[in-house]
Each structure stands twice: as C-alpha cells, then as structure tokens.
C-alpha cells in the first residue's frame, strides 16, 4: 500500500516555475515507476511525465517537452515535477500516481495508487 500527497501547487503568472512534490509512504518507493497527470476543467486526465525506478529513463508529453522535468529521490520517497515557462493552457490539477516496478508508464490504467491532486493555474 502507498499513500501519495502532493504539495507545491498554486497560482503562477504566464512564464513563471513551480516545483510539485510527491511524497510517499512506505519502505518501497524505489520499486514503483511514478508518473504525472493532469486534469483541466471539461477535459480527461492526461499524461504529464513519468520516471523509471533508478531515474534510468523519463517520459514527456509532447506539451511540456523542454519546459518541465521529473525527478525523484528514493532516499526522501519523493517525486517531483519543476515545471518552468509555464503557459495558461498548463492549468489543471496534477496528480501523482504510482505503479509497481516496471511496465508501460505511459498507460493512466497501469498506475495503481493516485494522490489526492494539487491545483496548478497559470494566469495570462
């Protein structure tokens, strides 16, 4: 069992950087591929990023390529999202979710455990 929660969000102007965190409970965090969604208001939930368990590889939307990065830190049980030249069009709620060990990080169905969501809104 993991139990995610998120922090960082809030409200930024056009341009302007966040950094979300994730921290998870558990003795296990290096062994869950974590990944980034988000919802805006009306639309589905869709990919943000994602990261394999030793940070070997990331995984980018085509919509934040070059502008956001994800990290983790397994001695912390942390993830985190820098997202920089943030644009009005990123405003959503981002979750973080996790997967156990390796698989399609891609894939929203694969990710077992969600947190609670954090509200990022970017004002033009």
Excluded: H
């Amino acid at each position: 069992q993991v139990q995610l929660v998120e922090s960082g969000g809030g409200l930024v102007q056009a341009g302007g950087s966040l950094r979300l965190s994730c921290a998870a409970s558990g003795r296990t965090f290096s062994r869950y591929e974590m990944g980034w969604f988000r919802q805006a208001p009306g639309k589905e939930r869709e990919f943000v990023t994602a990261i394999r368990l030793s940070s070997s590889s990331t995984y980018y939307a085509d919509s934040v390529k070059g502008r956001f990065t994800i990290s983790r830190d397994n001695a912390k049980n942390t993830v985190y999202l820098q997202m920089n030249s943030l644009k009005p069009e990123d405003t959503a709620v981002y979750y973080c979710a996790a997967r156990w060990e390796v698989g399609n990080v891609l894939a929203m169905p694969e990710y077992t455990y969600w947190g609670q969501g954090t509200q990022v809104t970017v004002s033009s």
